[in-house]
């Protein structure tokens, strides 16, 4: 999946420890941390570089934690994504995780990735920090407790749910950040549904028109460059007035009621989700089949 979101003039290169090592964390999050940190350095490297992904075991003693007052003592994994890109002054680095905070052009970025991915390690009672220099490119370093237990396969539930799904249905994917619409993606598919992905409104409006079969849902972003999702749904809806439709959005339901962008009663999911909170929203929304032949 990097691969094809880096492009081919983007190398990617890989220094992994040689053992497993387990933190308590969500995967689909963690997925979505290492997928928004390649769009950055995707990003930062116009004409082409390297990407580098390396995760190690490090114990972070009482001096550094006396020098970083969010540590605490304990051995930690660390998880570095490094790039040869263009790299920040240290005016950006003091705000790179602020909430709709971006140096992209606009329309290209919503601010939200990184803050994204601050809150994700932060609920996983880890720490992250950005090292760069201009022109020297960038390097990312995620530090989340190292745990001893063995893994939990916390995404078979959801799978389980429509294990059963004698017919899959399908979804209108509409999402103008690439890395988090590969990730939907992956977990609409994985939970057994058909999916036609859309980078934009427009888009989207032109694969339902094509599109010969019924759709049953339509989950979009809430807040796209030039059209939104609610004058999506609306679109769609006008030539398909049985679609379902599921909003998602990094904004809180209660932020994008307040501003007037939905209404209170329709359906929400915030960024970021886990596979099992998107299986529970769908079977919501859309009910579950029943396994049995008649």
């Known amino acids: 999946m990097l691969e094809r979101l880096l492009g081919e003039d983007i190398e990617l290169a890989t220094r992994l420890y040689p053992e497993p090592i387990r933190v308590r964390a969500d995967p689909g999050q963690l997925q979505q941390v290492i ?18 992904l390396e995760t ?6 009482e001096t550094y934690a006396r020098n970083h007052v969010s540590v605490r003592p304990g051995s930690y994994v660390m998880l570095a994504v490094s790039d040869t890109g263009h790299g920040m002054d240290k005016e950006t680095q003091a705000r790179v995780f602020e909430p709709f905070f971006t140096t992209k052009e606009k329309g290209k970025g919503t601010g939200l990735g990184l803050a994204t991915i601050y809150g994700i390690v932060k609920q996983s009672e880890g720490n992250v920090w950005v090292y760069s ?3 020297q490119g960038t390097t990312f370093k995620i530090y989340l407790p190292r745990v001893k237990e063995e893994v939990a396969a916390v995404e078979e539930e ?3 749910r429509v294990s059963g799904r004698r017919e899959a249905k399908t979804v209108l994917l509409a999402e103008d950040e690439e ?4 990730l939907m993606r992956e977990f609409l598919e994985a939970l057994g549904y058909t999916v036609l992905e859309a980078g934009s409104g427009t888009d989207a409006v032109r694969l339902a028109e094509q599109h010969a079969g019924p759709i049953a ?3 979009t972003d809430v807040v796209m460059p030039g059209m939104s999702g609610r004058a999506l ?13 599921l ?3 990094g904004y809180t339901d209660n932020a994008i009621v307040h501003h007037g962008v939905l209404e209170a009663e329709m359906m929400f999911l915030q960024k970021p989700f886990t596979m099992e909170a998107l299986a529970r929203k769908l079977e919501t929304i859309l009910g579950t089949q029943e396994t049995e032949t008649t």
């Open 35 to 52: 997928m928004n940190l390649a769009v950055n350095a995707r990003d930062a490297m116009p004409q082409g570089g390297r990407l580098t």
């Open 56 to 61: 190690d075991v490090v114990e972070l003693d």
């Open 133 to 135: 220099e201009p022109g």
């Open 158 to 160: 959801a799978r389980a």
């Open 179 to 182: 890395s988090l619409r590969l």
């Open 217 to 219: 849902l339509l989950m």
């Open 233 to 245: 749904a609306e679109k769609v809806a006008a030539k398909r007035p049985e679609i379902k439709v």
């Open 247 to 249: 909003y998602v959005s």
